[in-house]
């Protein structure tokens, strides 16, 4: 394969030699012709444009091919050239129209046709890329990347049925494909035709009978549509194939309507303790119960949850996700001291999810053990520098532990990282106004707040709260005192009511 750096040589030389002459001799069927010297300054003007786009020098290139096209507008070759210019600094309209320049030359140069496809598709003309392959495909109707292409764009471009008639041109000539299989499947899921969509994948099962991935894509989609019959054959035939498949195993388990709520977790139990089966099948299996699972769940749920996740912990120990996910099981069911037991083994294994700090902190914090939290706070911002939550859980957990400069400097950081999030930035706001009030900056204090107000602060009971408390630190208690009432219209508090009557 030649280099660039090959035919840019190959071109310098061509430059070179056509520079340096006035006429040349070309034998062409055994007849010797002489080239003129206009025709040696064509040449030259051409390559040195050729030249300067091989060196991405563009606008050089842009200039040189303008220049050649002046007297010689039927060249296709540098209408092609010019285009690829016009495309490599974004100048897709004038890319367009001098690629459509080239092909009404030279109309069957599938090469200008893919160019242009490319300019609409990088201009996000997706539908006009789309019509581009479908007139490559009609020219040449055996080249499968063609059909492929088409078939992309037509999805892309909210043409279903363009998409499914070029990926069934490509399935007769190239058989059936996991491309093909699986891109229909997609066409007719987003058409909402469940039957299709498990067909597709169910004949590419039937094509690859022992490929046991194509079988789990298949009973996973099953599981999506609640087809748990048609599952549960998809999992046997794999376990039929391979019995030790361990997710085969859970998948297979009875899932009858008329089971038992917990008949199922106890089946998964067994399982649970084997180490063949990986720990992110059984989180898996067990996170769908997750969303639904608290105090009043049903015992015998409650009881198989915490089996499972008893061992996830006793056969994972090193695991931190499975620390996680048994201190998520106690936390939603109010078990915090359990809870936070798990949460601080998965936070001494180093996880990489900030959510169980979060859920660490927002018991310390609920439990007002501020002592033990700050310190707790101080290495979540260790190990999530970017995470502004943590900073205002150090915030946080410093003012009430009467630390309010500390606090400060960790919320002025968090304000920075709070971005679009206003529900945070409200939070972060208004443990920096508490900072600054203690700090008898009442009047900082009160510009932070006058920020946010029309953010939601003024619906906000701690906000509108804090602001009386600045507003009071400046020995003004009249108008504190319309601000804590605007507070307690929202919600109120033993502290609020005893500010309010000033005892």
Known sequence: MISNTQIITYTFILFTCCATVSTAQNTIGGVKKEVSEEEVERQTQFLEAESFRMLSKNDKAIDAYKKFLYNNESYDAAWYGLARCYFETQQYGNALDAIDKAIKINPENKWYMLHKADIYEKNGQITNAADVYDQLVKKNPKTPEFLERLAYLSILSENPKRGLKALDQLEAMTGISEITASKKHLIYVAMGDQTKAANELRRLCEAYPRDLDYKRILAKYYNEISDK???????????????????????????????????????????????????????????????????????????????????????????????????????????????????????DLRPKVFSVWDNALTILTDQKKYTEALPLADKAIDAFPNQPKAYLWYGLTANMLQKPAQAQTALEQAIVMCGNNVALLLEVTDQLGVALTAQNKPDDAIARFDKIMAKGGDKNADILEHYGDALAAKGDRSKALEWWKKAKAIRTSPALEQKISGQ
Not at 260 to 275: G, H, I, Y
């Open 229 to 347: 019959t048609a599952e549960k054959a998809v999992w046997n035939d794999i376990l039929r194939l391979n019995p030790n498949d361990a997710e085969a195993k859970l998948g297979a388990l009875d899932q009858g309507k008329n089971s038992p709520a917990n008949a199922k977790l106890e089946a998964m139990l067994p399982l649970f303790k084997d180490p063949a089966v990986s720990i992110d099948a059984k989180i898996k299996e067990i996170s769908p119960y997750l969303s639904t699972l608290n105090k009043n769940s049903d015992q015998g749920t409650i009881n198989g949850l915490l089996a499972l996740g008893n061992a996830l912990v006793t056969l994972h120990k090193d695991e931190p996700k499975a620390w996680s996910v048994a201190g998520d099981l106690f936390y939603l069911l109010d078990r915090n001291d359990e809870a936070l037991v798990h949460y601080k083994k998965c936070i």
